[in-house]
Each structure stands twice: as C-alpha cells, then as structure tokens.
C-alpha cells in the first residue's frame, strides 16, 4: 500500500497569513494527488484533484502543487472560516490512502 | 444539485451485522464509481472500498475484505454496504462519496452515518 505523510500534524496561524502543508507519498504517484478539508463537525469537502485541479467553487486562495512523491497544499491569505483538518489522498492505486491530517489554528 | 444522503447506522455489538445505503440524486448515478471512507477523531479518513459505475469491479482495504461486502443497485441510484463481523475498530461515522469523473479523487460527500461497536 502507499503511505501518505502529511506535515504538519497541526499549525496556528494568523489571518492572512500564507500557509503550506505537505504530503509525501512512499512511492511515485505521478499527480494523482488530492486535498481534502474537514471542518469541524461536517463530512468533508472536496478541494483539489490530480495534485492541482481546484474543484468547483473552491476559493482561489487555495492552491495545489507537486508530482512524483512531494507535493503542497497553499492557503494564500488564511480567513477565520479556513480552521479546519487538511487531508491529502492518493488516487493512483487502490487501496486509496490518506494523510494523517493538518489541524489548522487560527491565532 | 448533487445530493448523498447515507442511513443505516447505529449500536451493533461486536460481531454483529449492519447494513449501510446511501441514496444518490441530482447526477447521472450509473455513470459514476462510487466509495465509501470512514472517518474517527483517532485515526482519520479511512478509504474502505469502491465500486464500478456497472457494479462489476470492487476493491476493498485490507481491514474490511472479507467482512464488508458493497453493492449498488442503478435502477434505484442507491449504494450499499453489508458490514459483517464487525469489530470494535469499525466504529466510525461512514461516508458515501462519488469519485470525480475519470478519476479515483472524491468530489462529492454524503453527510455521513454513525456506527458504533460496543457492547
């Protein structure tokens, strides 16, 4: 299986601060490579695809890059409403696997 | 509008039996592969299985093969999951979701289930 690491486990951070968690896969996964985010007490929401493809009415601020193993989540100019824990997921092999997850403070 | 809407949870002691579904409207549902994924405050999201827009190709983590068993019926655009022999680790609130069109990424989540093992 592939292992997803995520790093941070968790960060505090100021509105409007520019912020950067990262997810390594074990193994090449070319860009088959998505983002997740949980507020607290809700299903999660779907944010990037394919390392870089933003879904539907997901805000500019957040932004996807990497390929092969390492890969970034930005949230450029953080808001209140972006508290939340960050997944990463591969989808290039099943079983599908997920990061721990970033818990994401706001100070 | 893309609606999941999961039911079937609830208090199941270990080695009993539940049956989870999952109604999908507002999309073309045979058109899509679909999935379930677990999450628990401990661990996180957990993938558990997926199965083809036809219902012929499924996988399964490793955890649950065996024990788990998902199916979907297209006529009635509903998703299910048989959970056998369940453990106290399968407690978890369980989510419905649609792989993105030619993709194996989630775009859409249902609201999600409890099930909880305990006796």
């Known amino acids: 299986d592939i292992q997803m690491t995520q790093s941070p486990s968790s960060l505090s951070a100021s509105v409007g601060d520019r912020v950067t968690i990262t997810c390594r896969a074990s193994?090449?996964?070319?860009?088959?490579l998505a983002w997740y985010q949980q507020k607290p007490d809700k299903p999660p929401k779907s944010l990037i695809s394919?390392?870089?493809t933003l879904q539907s009415g997901v805000p500019s601020r957040f932004s996807g890059s990497g390929s092969g193993t390492d890969f970034t989540l930005t949230i450029s100019n953080l808001q209140p409403e972006d508290l939340a824990t960050y997944y990463c997921?591969?989808?290039?092999?099943?079983?599908?696997?997920f990061g721990g997850g970033t818990k994401v403070e706001i100070k | 509008e893309v609606q999941l809407v999961e039911s079937g949870g609830g208090l199941v002691q270990p080695g009993g039996s539940l049956r989870l579904s999952c109604v999908a409207s507002?999309?073309?549902?045979?058109?899509?592969?679909m999935n379930w994924v677990r999450h628990t405050p401990g661990k996180g999201l957990e993938w558990i299985s997926c199965i083809s827009s036809g219902g012929s190709v499924t996988h399964y983590v490793d955890s649950v093969r065996g024990r788990f068993t998902i199916s979907r019926d297209n006529a009635k655009n509903s998703l299910s999951l048989q959970m056998d022999s369940l453990r106290a680790e399968d407690t978890a609130v369980y989510y419905c979701?649609?792989?993105?069109?030619?993709?194996?990424?989630?775009?859409?989540w249902g609201q999600g289930t409890l099930v909880t093992v305990s006796s």
């Open positions: 979701t649609r792989d993105t069109y030619g993709s194996s990424s989630t775009d859409y």
């Open positions: 394919d390392a870089s």
């Open positions: 997921q591969q989808h290039s092999a099943y079983p599908l696997t």
């Open positions: 193994q090449d996964i070319s860009n088959f």
């Open positions: 507002g999309f073309s549902f045979s058109s899509y592969t």
